[in-house]
Antibody, heavy 117, light 108 residues
């Protein structure tokens, strides 16, 4: 059974960079046919897909965030990461990592990131 | 970008009643649509994929239908644990993957 676990700072200053990591267990990123995604959910609101990466390093990003987002993979640690720069209060959300061959079968439990000074 | 519009925003029903949730796409997604259930403080859970296929372990009171631009999630008889928020999501026209705004099924 695959498990995903997000980690990273819960508080980021405005104009700073949000950095999160998702540790994967129960599957190998290197050999998996899954895409590894980030999805966020502002408090009380709906879900927004941020982007994803394949083990080859291929990425897809949401055009609305593309200029600020980088998703990378560390196969040696079996984890993938999100960097979102130039953050504002509008980036305050629960951030989930998730995996899909086609749809999101597995999710992390989510981590709340607040953007505030 | 394919916009998914869910209706109604809130559905107030009693346990045992039938729930019918709608998801409309701004352009055809063929049958590449999924439904998720989310309870407070939890990650979403995949219920239905490819419009009408139940994911592993999902009870048969949940069913999905539709193709093209109009889709429906039906819960045949609401159990107490079914009161939650439901989201649709498409993968036909990607990137970006998009979600609907959600329908909250609440206890009447």
């Amino acid at each position: 059974q695959m498990q995903l676990q997000e980690s990273g700072p819960g508080l980021v200053k405005p104009s700073g960079t949000l950095s999160l990591t998702c540790a994967v267990s129960g599957d190998s990123i290197s050999s998996s046919s899954n895409w590894w995604s980030w999805v966020r959910q502002p408090p009380g609101k709906g879900l927004e897909w941020i982007g994803e990466i394949f083990h080859s390093g291929a990425t897809n990003y949401n055009p609305s965030l593309k200029s600020r987002v980088t998703i990378s993979v560390d196969k040696s640690k079996n984890q993938f990461s999100l960097k979102l720069n130039s953050v504002t209060a509008a980036d305050t959300a629960v951030y989930y990592c998730a995996s899909r061959p086609f749809y999101f079968d597995y999710w992390g439990q989510g981590t709340l990131v607040t953007v505030s000074s | 970008e394919t916009v998914l519009t869910q209706s109604p925003a809130t559905l107030s029903l009693s346990p045992g009643e039938r729930a019918t949730l709608s998801c409309r796409a701004s352009q055809s997604v063929n049958n590449y649509l999924a439904w998720y259930q989310q309870k407070p403080g939890q990650a979403p859970r995949l219920l239905i994929y490819d419009a009408s296929n139940r994911a592993a372990g999902i009870p048969d009171r949940f069913s999905g239908s539709g193709s093209g631009t109009d889709f429906t999630l039906t819960i045949s008889s609401l159990e107490p644990e079914d009161f939650a928020v439901y989201y649709c999501q498409q993968r036909r026209n990607w990137p970006p993957l998009t979600f609907g705004g959600g329908t909250k099924v609440e206890i009447k």
